[in-house]
């Protein structure tokens, strides 16, 4: 018997011997186990999470933007005194 053959066979038995070997059901409750603990935990996917942060950073640049206008209209008012329609008689 040539070594490949008998590398062969005998990774033929051990592949045999895990997939009917209780290890197999073993792994299934505990992934199973697993799967409900994280579950309670209220946990977000990588990609949810991704998701919402480039809505956080578009929502900050949009604030950045408003601020910005709102200094610029509030820096106009106060040079150019009352606003019209404000003002007194």
């Known amino acids: ?11 033929s038995k051990v592949s045999e011997a895990l ?3 209780p290890a197999k059901d073993i792994e299934k409750n ?8 994280f579950a309670r935990l209220d946990l977000v996917t990588r990609e ?3 998701v919402q942060s ?3 950073a578009r929502t900050r640049a949009r604030l950045e933007e408003l601020e ?12 150019g005194g009352t ?3 404000t003002g007194g008689v």
């Open 30 to 37: 505990v992934r199973s186990m697993m799967s409900q603990g």
């Open 48 to 50: 949810e999470f991704d």
């Open 68 to 79: 910005t206008r709102v200094a610029e209209l509030e820096r106009k008012l106060g040079a």
């Open 1 to 11: 018997m040539k070594p490949t053959d008998l590398f062969n066979d005998l990774q």
């Open 54 to 56: 480039q809505v956080l």
């Open 19 to 21: 997939r009917n070997s």
């Open 83 to 85: 606003p019209t329609g």
